[in-house]
Each structure stands twice: as C-alpha cells, then as structure tokens.
C-alpha cells in the first residue's frame, strides 16, 4: 500500500480515545473544581462540602491531563499534513472550517446560552478554537514553503533535525509555562488565547506535521525494545512530574510555589507528556495495524460523544455526590452513563440529520440520499 492510500489506523484509534478519555478526565471536574458543585444545589451539593481528591483520582486525572492533548495535537498535525499533501490547501482550510469552526460555534453556543446569557464562553471546545487557528497558520506556512502541494514528495528531515524538534518540546513548554504564569492555560472566551498554552499546543501540532515527513518510523517507534525503553522513561517521568504538580491549566493553582519548584516541575512535566506521546504512538503503530467494525465505531463516535459529554458529565457527578457516593463510584458511574447518554444523544439528533454533515463531514455522512452519491 502506498503512502497516498494508505491509512493509519492505529493513530486514528489513538485519536479517538484521546477525545473519548475527555469523559474520564471531566467524570471527577467537581473534585478538582468544587466551585462548580454551587451551580448544582438542588442536587445537594456546594462547594465546601466537596472533598479533596483521592489519590488514585489525583494520579488518573493528572495522567490524562499530561498527555491526552499533547498527543491529540500532535495527531492533528500528522494528519492535517497528510490532507495537505493529497488535496492541497483549499480542502483542508474547507474540511476543518466546517468541522472544527461549525461545530465550535454551534455547540459551543449553545452550551453559553444554557444560563440565558451569552458571553462568548468556549467551555470544553477550546482546542477546536485553537486547532483552527494552528491549521490556518500551517497552511498558509506550507503553502509559501512548497506552492504546489502535488508536484514534489514532503523535504526530507534528517534524523539530527526530528530529534532536534521532537526534543525542543521540553524547553518549549517550560518557556510557555513561565508565560501563562506558571502552567499554560487554556481560552475561555474567543478573546482570550493565552499565549503560552496556543503556542505549546501548535508546537505539538506542528511536531506532528514534522513526524508527518518521517512516518517510516513509525516502525522503529513501534519495536518493543524501544516501547519498552519509552514506557519506563514515561512511568519515571510521570512520578517525578506528579510530585510537582499543581491544579489543571493553572486552575487553583497554589501562588507560593517558587521560580526553582516551577521549572522543574515544567521539565519533568513536559518529558513526560512526550514520552507518553511517543509510547502511545508506537503502541497504537504496533497494535492496530488494520481496522474493524469496533474500531470504525469508537472512530466515528469519539469526536460527537466528545462535543456532547460535559453537560451530561457534570450532571452525572452532581447527582452522584450528592446522593452520598464515594469517588470510586462517582467516577465510574459517571463515565459509563456519560457514554451512554452521549452516545444516544448523537444518534438521535445527530448521526441522521443534517448536523452529521459538519461534525462528520458531509462525505462521511450517513445522510446523503438523495442529495448525493452515499461515499464508498
């Protein structure tokens, strides 16, 4: 198979669960946020009566939220790359306008009018924000660097030069750290990207678009020697990365943590995600080599169940608590009729209406009779 046809499907899998562990990471978002539990008292809840996380909480919340972006980015940017090189400039500026930017702003408004005001609050949907705007970039960048996306193969990059940029990712996020105050942060509202969360993500975004270049290895990324080496250096990393973290994009983060504290815990913090990232990519390369059904379903239903979960997640929890259950509970139960709903959700108002043709592509959409050919 070709690199024109051939498909990745184990970074497709990766991507997916990626967006579906956004329901594990939101399940616990009232421990870690406990101002939130005062928007749900007829449930019986408040903010000081929410108890400080678990452990076992902590270190799984903490893990997803190391990772899972990082690496959604980077994925991003490996396929963004790779439309670019097949259907040039245009189609992927179109494909995501009306993916990412419909979506952004359909969804995203709806869920700010739920109090009956709107602010123009981003909620969850703030990488679909930062992902339209790395992918405008990138294009016009690649375009200017090579006009003609169809007449010449990818510029080859030196082994020397991916692993220059690969590793670049640690300084990088210790610099974007310092300039969102300590921890990137994220986009509230369309007016307020924080500069050192947008240019770490489009770094890893752009990472990916330069793995995009080196994609034969993937197949040494994914031998089991060097599995092995990345998953102990991803498990060290991590330990010494969960000793210096503090809140979630800088959420309640403690003020009196010192400059030294600060940067190291941003070093251990940043090895760990990459190495994460890169075990992560050559297991998903190694394991998945073809699709199936189960696959094409997780695939399909990651991106919608992920547009749909936080109302559903918060509710979930809050009703959970406050009927008394402890976290383990909480939390599982949590993640499990999140899916459900969710999964419902877009199967009902989703999958077989029109709104399939921006979250889903109108190519990929199952309503396409009798507007147009069903895709083979």
Request: overall charge positive.
């Amino acid at each position: 198979m070709t690199n024109e046809t051939k498909r990745y499907h184990g970074l497709d899998l990766l991507r997916a669960v990626a967006m579906l562990l956004g329901i594990v990471f939101h399940a616990p978002i009232i421990y870690y946020i406990p101002e939130m539990a005062d928007g749900f008292r007829e449930f019986g809840i408040s903010t000081d009566m929410i108890p400080e996380m678990e452990l076992w909480l902590q270190i799984l919340t903490q893990w997803t939220h190391n990772w899972r972006m990082p690496v959604f980015f980077m994925i991003s940017g490996f396929f963004a790359m790779m439309i670019f090189e097949r259907k040039g400039f245009g189609y992927l500026l179109k494909d995501r306008f009306v993916r990412l930017g419909l979506t952004m702003i359909i969804f995203a408004s709806l869920m700010d009018m739920m109090d009956g005001n709107f602010t123009g609050q981003l909620h969850h949907f703030w990488f679909l924000y930062y992902l339209i705007i790395i992918t405008f970039l990138a294009s016009v960048a690649w375009t200017i660097k090579r006009p003609a996306p169809d007449s010449a193969a990818t510029p080859r990059i030196s082994n020397a030069g991916l692993t220059i940029r690969v590793l670049a990712l640690i300084p990088i996020r210790m610099i974007c750290d310092q300039l969102d105050g300590g921890a990137i942060r994220i986009a509230e509202t369309y007016t307020d990207i924080k500069i050192g969360g947008f240019i770490y993500f489009a770094i890893c975004f752009f990472a990916g678009a330069t793995f995009y270049a080196r994609r034969e290895l993937l197949t040494p990324l994914s031998q089991r020697s060097v599995l092995l080496f990345l998953g102990i250096g991803a498990v060290v990393a991590f330990i010494l990365a969960f000793n210096y973290v503090d809140g979630f994009f800088g959420h309640r983060r403690s003020p009196d943590i010192s400059l030294t504290d600060n940067l190291i815990g941003s070093t251990f913090a940043a090895s760990s995600a990459l190495l994460w990232c890169l075990l992560l990519l050559g297991m998903s390369h190694a394991m998945i080599p073809q699709s199936n059904a189960l696959i094409r379903w997780l695939v399909e239903l990651s991106y919608p169940v992920y547009i749909l979960h936080l109302v559903p997640a918060m509710l979930v929890s809050a009703i959970m608590i406050g009927q008394g259950f402890g976290q383990p509970l909480v939390v599982l139960l949590t993640i499990i009729a999140t899916f459900i709903i969710s999964v419902m959700i877009y199967y009902i108002f989703i999958k077989f209406t029109p709104l399939s043709w921006i979250i889903n592509g109108y190519r990929k959409s199952w309503l396409k009779m009798p507007f147009g050919e069903r895709a083979t």
